[in-house]
Antibody
Framework: QVQLQESGPGLVKPSETLSLTCTVS????????WSWIRQPAGKGLEYIGN???????KYNPSLKSRVTISVDSSKNQFYLTLSSVTAADTAVYYC???????????????WGQGTLVTVSS | DIQMTQSPSSLSASVGDRVTITCRAS??????LNWYQQKPGKAPKFLIY???SLQSGVSSRFRGSGSGTDFTLTISSLQPEDFATYYC?????????FGPGTKVDIK
């Protein structure tokens, strides 16, 4: 079954840009939407946005001005950049596959293990 | 954005108990409602989609129901591996939003 793995710096300075990579294995990145979701310590889950393998994107309006999600199908990877970070962006960041699209039911069926990103000087 | 609420925020139960968690949407979402289970330090696990359809491989003791704005997740006979936090999530419109979670712990 498909596997996802997040990678990237665990520490980012305030006002700088957070950049993460999600590598998809045991399956193709094509024909699906892919998402980023984050979770501050001890808190709930927040949808950041998603991307189709073709490159079309949807973002959470609360983050839209700072977020870019991109994809490289040749590498079976997709990416998250979040600019002008503050301590409020400290969280575990998950990448996930959006399943069910062909049926109209969208759900996050496969998740990466998550990566903690701390924003601190 | 569609706001999701859950009740209770936490509950204590014993192995073998029947447990019910409620999720409410701020507007009608038809049956565009998913459920997830999360254990400490782990990624969420997908359980149910379309309010009542069980994901392949998920135990049949999990049952979802509801439509419109009110939904429930029922665990028919709580097992030790079911102690976790449960989240509902709407997929009716972007941004997809999650409920705040219901923590199920051991009585």
């Amino acid at each position: 079954q498909v596997q996802l793995q997040e990678s990237g710096p665990g520490l980012v300075k305030p006002s700088e840009t957070l950049s993460l990579t999600c590598t998809v294995s045991s399956g193709s990145i094509t024909s699906y939407y892919w998402s980023w979701i984050r979770q501050p310590a001890g808190k709930g889950l927040e949808y950041i946005g998603n991307i189709h393998y073709s490159g079309s994107t949807k973002y959470n309006p609360s983050l839209k001005s700072r977020v870019t999600i991109s994809v490289d199908s040749s590498k079976n990877q997709f990416y998250l950049t979040l600019s002008s970070v503050t301590a409020a962006d400290t969280a575990v960041y998950y990448c996930a596959r959006v399943g069910g699209g062909s049926s109209g039911w969208y759900y996050f069926d496969f998740w990466g293990q998550g990566t903690l990103v701390t924003v601190s000087s | 954005d569609i706001q999701m609420t859950q009740s209770p925020s936490s509950l204590s139960a014993s192995v073998g108990d029947r447990v019910t968690i409620t999720c409410r949407a701020s507007q009608s979402i038809n049956t565009y409602l998913n459920w997830y289970q999360q254990k400490p330090g782990k990624a969420p696990k997908f359980l149910i989609y379309a309010a009542s359809s069980l994901q392949s491989g998920v135990s049949s003791r999990f049952r979802g129901s509801g439509s419109g704005t009110d939904f429930t997740l029922t665990i028919s006979s709580l097992q030790p591996e079911d102690f976790a936090t449960y989240y509902c999530q709407q997929s009716y419109s972007v941004p997809f939003t999650f409920g705040p979670g219901t923590k199920v712990d051991i009585k």
